[in-house]
């Protein structure tokens, strides 16, 4: 018997054991409404649990959908979060939402959805080198993956480009981010010549070395010596590793005044004005532009304004909602999503902070 109609028949036979209790020809009462009226709140009660087991039943015959990400404490994953709950609410499907912070956590993640029936899950992976792995174990349970902000590297070390992919056009979002920067530098009439540049790197993610190119492309097209970019390398990706990366070229600099901040993403960017805070530089002599502005919120809303200047924003809860959807449509109607999807975003400051964020709900 299938697992539903085990479900279905369990609830129906419970009703004729309440009801048998309830009275000796309280079975009749199954059919017939009751002349009695304690039969009858018997009744409804008994009519109610069958209604309750019924949408049980119908809550579990919702097709399930995965969404693993790599770091569930940041906003960016959470709006992700929130789009793909839309998205299960337009279509009627269940989105079963897991934190997946290293490797072990990832593969047993998989098992637990492959244990519950899910038919595919999206993927922020926590290391892009576990791809194979989670394309092999997919495969194993029969499970549809698409990956989401961090694409897959293969054993070759070359990115997978077999496996759905949707995330940012990094390289224009960090060339934004460059030109939003050289706009605010240009405003407050500093000579690019006596700037130095720090760049928050973390290249083991090819979406954020290509953001970071990207940015430092723009600064020094628009006239920053290439011998004023320093970079520096984030050991974690949070805010802590912002400020760890950009401390080491504060230290190692003592002679620059003013300071441009770029980086992979809006923990990157804060860590390092957080650091520049911590070396006394005035806001006024730093401007940090960071990408996301999902994790920007509050800094941006202070009533004082920061080193950080603004924000490349990008859509997480767009994403999280067309990677639920592309999966939605693989699962029910076989239509295989395009291989390379890709993001934009538009430039926020404390200016239009509360227009972008309105717009994008
Ligand atoms: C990476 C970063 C996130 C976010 C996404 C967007 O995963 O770690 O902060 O920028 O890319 O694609």
Redesign the pocket.
Known sequence: MPAAHGELWIALLSLKRLLAAASPNALALFFDLPSNPMSGKILTLALASLVAASSALAASAKIKIGFLV??PE?P??QSEWKGAEKAAAKYGFEVVKLGVTDGEKTIAAIDNLAAIGAKGFVI?TPDVRLGPAIVAKSKGADLKVIA???QFIGANGKLITTVPYV??SAAKIGQAAGEGIVGEMKGRGWNPAEVGVCVIT?DQ?D??RQRTDGATGALTAAGVPANRVFKSAQKT?DVEGGFNAATILFTQHPDIKRWLICG????AVLGAVRASEQRSFAPADVIGVG??GT?CIDELRKSKPTGFFGSIR?S?LS?GFVTSEMMFKWVTAGTVPPLDTR?TGIFMTRANLEQVLKDDQ
């Open positions: 790599k770091q940041e960016w994953f922020c989401v902000d961090d995330g940012m973390f993610l979406t954020i990706q992979g993403n809006d923990t990408i996301n994790d990008v997480a994403e993001t």
